[in-house]
């Protein structure tokens, strides 16, 4: 089964960091570009870290430029998202997702876009004191 499931997240106060997981399973990792996306209550869904899929380039929103950093083990399967100084308007439902290395685009044009291979169910941030 073809899946990638997210972890990490949680309640954190103002200030604080998270390290958030996403496991593949069921594909090769290596051949995919992953980003993290969320999507807090009333908004829609952002693209805010994308990585590439061999030289590990990567690519951030401006909300969280500096703050957050996307890395990825493909001999684990997994990429995380370690957030640092988290404030209450990274509250929001966090998702990863795949998309085939093998498709002509560019990292920000896919952090832009919601037409991926795969999706996780997502893992709750909560930023509050």
């Known amino acids: 089964q073809l899946q990638l499931v997210e972890s990490g997240g949680g309640l954190v106060q103002p200030g604080g960091s998270l390290r958030l997981s996403c496991a593949a399973s069921g594909f090769a990792l290596n051949y995919y570009r992953i980003g993290w996306f969320r999507q807090a209550p009333g908004k829609e869904r952002e693209g805010i870290a994308c990585i590439s899929a061999s030289v590990g380039a990567t690519w951030y929103a401006d909300s969280v430029k500096g703050r957050f950093t996307i890395s990825r083990e493909d001999a684990q399967s997994s990429v995380y998202l370690q957030m640092n100084s988290l404030n209450p308007e990274d509250t929001a439902v966090y998702y990863c997702?795949?998309?085939?290395?093998?498709?002509?685009?560019?990292?920000?044009?896919?952090?832009?876009?919601?037409?991926?291979?795969?999706w996780g169910q997502g893992t709750q941030v909560t930023v509050s004191s």
């Open positions: 997702a795949a998309l085939r290395a093998s498709i002509a685009t560019t990292l920000r044009r896919m952090c832009g876009q919601t037409s991926l291979d795969y």
